[in-house]
């Protein structure tokens, strides 16, 4: 992490006391607005995502800019899956494209050059002011499906009228859980705190695949944002958190209902090109010296997402503009 503006490698603290893993809140949460007097408006060509294919945070908004069609209105670049002493870096093949620098951390300190804190993906940087605009990506994830539909090539609703209050309720639903979930069962530092996270993780699994079995979606008929921040945990789930993270009880697969909701998300126009399982096995196995000191990287599961699913037997479905393909 960066102490004002200093790269530390020894005050990275991820655990309390009792051994719960503890995830640092983000610090830069300003707005950008679909209004040209706003601070940050929602302006084309403006600003760029920096996000590693890796991370299940910065795959949300990744996965919102594709189903929106905001690939030439938001410009996005990747860090290097690996994260070493270092942090996140560019390299040769995939350079800084705006500034050339070789860490994002560097990246940071053009922000803020005494930032202190961790530093993470996803970001998302105004060209014209050159600083960061917000790096939380549940609030980025929101900004691009709400601000931008000016700029949008597809008519996607992620946050329909009607659902808002249920997307939201949701989202804070599966956080605790799921989404964190499986890193408080990673990363615990005692058999208690591993235990309790694992055991609300698979009750809150549980919960969802019986909400399934009825419903398409995680807040009713449509697909909205809470879908992709559940996608973007459930497409990791068997190849890293499985085995990496021990939440062993059962793969995702094993589910039938959420195992066919991950593949026919997978399946929308956009969201394949998101995917990157050589990334996000490479990253999490050999990123976590602690947890498999010889970065050994294992050649399985096989699974495959391209495969029939069920979901069309429920009412509802992805909105018109995702089901005519690319």
């Known amino acids: 992490m960066l102490v004002d503006g200093e790269w530390r490698i020894d005050v990275d603290p991820s655990t309390d006391e009792s051994g719960e893993f503890q995830r640092q809140e983000t610090a830069f949460r300003d707005r950008i607005r679909d209004d040209p007097d706003a601070e940050f408006p929602a302006e084309a060509g403006r600003y760029h995502l920096y996000i590693c294919r890796a991370c299940p945070w910065a795959h949300r908004t990744a996965l919102t800019r594709a189903l929106k069609g905001l690939d030439d209105a938001i410009s996005l670049s990747l860090v290097q899956p690996e994260r070493y002493d270092q942090g996140w870096e560019f390299s040769a093949e ?24 961790r530093v993470t993906v996803p970001v998302l940087w105004d060209t014209e002011r050159e600083t960061i605009v917000n790096n939380e990506s549940e609030e980025i994830m929101r900004m691009l499906d709400t601000e931008f539909d000016r700029h949008a090539t597809r008519d ?54 019986a909400i399934l079995a009825d419903q398409r979606y995680l807040a009713g ?61 490479r990253h999490y196995y050999r990123s976590h010296a602690e947890l498999n000191p010889k970065r ?12 029939p699913h069920d979901r069309d037997r429920l009412p509802g479905g992805p909105p018109p503009a995702l089901q005519d393909g690319e």
């Open 94 to 117: 995939q350079p800084d494209p705006l500034y050339g620098d070789p860490y994002l951390r560097d990246i940071y300190r053009r922000a803020d050059p005494d930032y202190t804190g």
């Open 156 to 209: 996607v609703d992620l946050y329909p009228e009607g659902y808002r209050d249920e997307v939201d309720r949701v989202i804070d639903d599966i956080y605790d859980p799921i989404n964190n979930g499986v890193y408080r069962a990673g990363f615990a530092g005692s058999q208690e705190a591993y235990d309790r996270a694992v055991e609300e993780l698979f009750d809150a699994l549980d919960h969802w695949e």
């Open 221 to 281: 008929d449509v697909l909205t944002e809470a879908d992709l921040a559940m996608f973007a945990t459930l497409v990791r789930f068997d190849h890293v958190y499985h085995t990496h993270f021990k939440c062993n009880r059962r793969a995702i697969h094993e589910y039938p209902n959420l195992w066919n909701y991950t593949k026919e998300l997978y399946q929308l126009p956009g969201v394949e090109r998101t995917v990157n399982v050589d990334h996000i096995v």
């Open 296 to 307: 050994l990287v294992p050649i399985g599961p096989d699974v495959d997402f391209t495969g």
